[in-house]
């Protein structure tokens, strides 16, 4: 048995900052990880909760607008609503918690006759260092944890946007919203009561497609000793189909200084809450042990690698990376059908490829990485 990747309190949530913040264009890096995530996110055929309102607003402005009632204060409401890629700002989120994207509502409100105009110039923001960095964890759980911090963030804005197109109760309120009065963005879900359940059935989903299991588990405070807490979260002879090759991998909301313990086929977990008056939720992703696999068939020429950390440095070509790829293709090391040697080589790779040439990760987990830009259709 084997427990791996344990992602310390990724906390995902939205802040609402005022429309006086200064944008910051993202990084080249940060741009090729959005449209990477986003590029993936749109080919998966799971059900989820559509989000495809606020994904055009990265495009073109959505724009809602109704009529109040008679007797209400104002008489009309004008909502435009668009959003953009932003630089990861690590001030935006709580101190000393991990955070894996924001997305931030950034609307300013006008009244003027009678007429309210709420002007959104949304931004999300996703942090590179934590979604870029697969160091020790399964890459199956990297690549679902990417994918569901996107959908998180982007949750944050659907949800905001169903309330200005269909709540009664948003479009009263804002009807009679006083001159000096405020939005109420409430509906964005900062606390993530609705997101919390999309997002983890979201993961399930992904989990079951990879031919693992996800398991859910909520801590009370009431089962807490002054926020420490030792729970058992489950027994893996419920699951015979990963035998006694099993890894399981944790990430947990609310919760800190984690540790798994077993005894027999029972496994707990031991932590505390970061918030000893709140719940915290820890999400169990159980594998097969991929280190039972095949090793690689061939060995990996000095000159690959050497080509590969001169690309990761920046002094070769994207061409001369493209020669190892065709190498490792023509030599059955990477299995792919049909190589056309088309797509951009996303520049965040340049970090997995630096860490296989200092020796960081294994031949075989770059390996992987590789057939994982493959089969996420990045390269092909």
Known sequence: MKYLGIITAVLLFTNCVSASAIYEPPSSQEIDLFNSLLSQFEKLDVPIKDVSDVIRTFQQPLIVSFPCNANDTNNFVITVVSTRLSKFDQTLVHQDIVTGGVYTWNCQVTTEDGKITIQCNNEIRLNPELLLNGTGLDPRVHQIENLVILYHELLHGQLMIDAIKSSLAWKEE???????????????????????????????????????????????????????????ILNLSNYPQFGNEAEVNLRGSNIQNTK????????????????????????????????????????????????????????????????????????????????????????????????????????????????YLISAGIIS
């Not at 932590?271 to 820890?282: D, E, F, H, M, V």
């Not at 001369?320 to 056309?340: C, P």
């Not at 997995?352 to 590789?370: C, H, M, P, R, Y």
């Open 260 to 371: 798994f313990s077993s005894t027999g086929p029972d496994v707990f977990l031991t932590g505390n809450l970061l918030n000893k008056t709140q719940s915290g939720i820890a999400w169990f992703y159980i594998f097969g042990n991929q280190t039972s696999e095949e090793p690689l068939n061939k060995s990996i020429p000095a000159w690959a690698k050497r080509t590969t950390g001169l690309w990761a440095s920046g002094t070769a070509y994207d061409g001369n990376f493209s020669s190892v790829l065709q190498y490792l293709i023509e030599q059955k090391i990477v299995n792919v059908n049909n190589w056309k040697d088309q797509g951009k080589i996303p520049s965040w790779f340049k970090k997995t490829a630096n860490w296989w040439f200092e020796g960081e990760i294994d031949d075989l987990t770059f390996v992987k990485s590789i057939q």
């Open 174 to 232: 804002v009807c009679n919203k006083p001159i000096n009065g405020t939005i109420d963005y409430s509906f964005a879900d900062p606390n993530h009561k609705n997101i919390n359940p999309l997002q983890t059935l979201f993961a399930s989903e992904l989990v079951d497609l990879d031919g693992g299991k996800m398991i859910t588990k909520e801590i009370t405070p009431q089962e807490t000793q002054n926020g420490t807490f030792s729970v058992e």
